[in-house]
């Protein structure tokens, strides 16, 4: 039996930066693509950095890195890594990104890009002086490789909704709603720069902009922290389990996120990010209606994609529920037959797939890093129109 990838296939050595939630993801992932789909490159997974020398140690034999280096510094320096795949929280982006794209190391970066705007044009601004060298930059938008949402930005590319009227998007969780759940990183602002809006809100502006192909021209916000001090729990950073000290500390991020956005085509959208939610675990609803039809989504029944078409006979219209599992729908021919079903992971399987296919054939890879600024913009002028009373806020055409 042949291997597969074939090992005359050339390689492309990764370092990953980090090793959480996010870090075991992007393994899995780096694991698995070349086992499923064809590539140009062959994925190495060469090297895992991280801050604790047993601890990284640890992770890269459990998530199957070749070896550990303490301190991303010097795994950016390494001569045998071409790319660097940040999986750390956003106050270390901008510095990883950048150092890793100035040694030539192509990257991809978790999201949201940064924590701030500053940082997203600095990091946008060192993607493009890499990409002059052929050095790509990718930022970790993973929702967009989920096949029904290919699907739903196909169909409205296609025209089948007509013209984009009201776009309706929650990002809904619940893994802090006890007030007792323990401070994690992703409560710090110095750490993780807002709370369940540029976690969480950060991907359902990137979906509905992917979606509909429109951008947000202006917004008007309203944010809240409803529980201000939580318990310490060191070293906690995943999303469930309990606070383990009696020392409390401060939340200083948004609990949860409204705002109110208009695309660039005039349509007109509803935004809701929240980890207050209860009962909703990782539920991305969207729902999207234009002059002929309407979408909805749920991640939760995430490889189903709704569909209604205002076109049909009014006495047998309804939504249609599409199982997106047909060889026809987008990624899916690589892995099960109709009707098993793909899972969160896949939607990363899919980020590296194409990576690697645009890093060979020298395509800049989408999202771009100027794609995470815009979104950036976004969720800043989402915190700044909250702060300010909740005014309306243009936001810069870009
Ligand atoms: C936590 O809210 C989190 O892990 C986010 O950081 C991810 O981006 C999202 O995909 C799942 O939830």
Redesign the pocket.
């Known amino acids: 039996m042949p291997d597969h990838p074939s090992p005359t296939t050339p390689e492309l050595a990764v370092g990953l930066v980090g090793y959480a939630?996010m870090g075991a993801v992007h393994s899995h992932a780096w694991r698995t693509a070349p086992r499923f789909f064809d590539l140009p490159l062959r994925p190495r997974m060469r090297a895992v950095a991280g801050r604790d020398a047993a601890a990284v140690a640890q992770a890269a034999s459990k998530l199957g890195w070749e070896e550990s280096v303490v301190g991303w510094q010097d795994l950016v320096a390494r001569d045998d890594v071409d790319l660097v795949d940040v999986c750390t929280p956003g106050n270390t982006h901008a510095e990883i990104a950048i150092a890793a794209l100035e040694a030539g190391k192509h990257v991809l970066c978790e999201?949201p890009l940064a924590n701030t705007v500053a940082e997203a044009e600095a990091m946008t601004a060192a993607a493009e002086k890499a990409a002059a060298n052929g050095v790509l930059a990718m930022v970790g938008f993973?929702?967009r490789r989920v096949p029904a949402i290919q699907l739903a930005r196909q169909l409205v590319a296609d025209g089948r909704l007509g013209e984009i009227r009201q776009v309706r998007a929650r990002y809904l969780?619940d893994w802090i709603s006890d007030p007792e759940a323990p401070l994690s990183w992703?409560l710090d602002a110095s750490l993780a720069g807002s709370g369940a809006l540029g976690?969480?809100g950060a991907?359902i502006i990137d979906l509905t902009q992917f979606i509909t192909g429109e951008r947000l021209t202006g917004v008007v916000g309203l944010t809240e922290t409803f529980v201000k001090e939580r318990p310490v729990a060191e070293g906690f950073s995943g999303?469930s389990g309990t606070g383990s000290s009696t020392e409390r500390g401060p939340v200083t991020v948004d609990d949860a996120a409204l705002f109110l956005g208009r695309f660039s085509s005039g349509a007109i959208g509803t935004f809701e990010a929240t980890?207050f939610a209860w009962g909703r675990k990782?539920a991305i609803q969207l729902e999207i209606n234009g002059s002929k039809g309407s979408l909805a989504f749920d991640f939760e029944d995430m490889n189903v994609l709704q569909y209604f078409d205002a076109e049909e006979d009014a006495v047998t219209a309804g939504f249609r529920r599409i199982l997106v599992t047909e060889p026809q729908h987008p990624y899916v021919e690589a892995w099960w037959p109709a009707g098993h079903g793909l899972g969160y992971e896949h939607a990363f399987t899919h980020q590296v797939v194409d990576l690697v296919r645009d890093i060979a054939s020298g395509t800049q890879p989408t999202p771009s890093f100027a794609d995470g600024l815009q979104v950036q913009r976004v969720l800043d002028a989402v915190l700044r129109s909250s702060a300010a009373g909740s005014t309306w806020l243009d936001l810069p055409a870009s």
């Open positions: 939630f999201k993973t929702y969780q992703r976690d969480i991907h999303l980890r990782n």
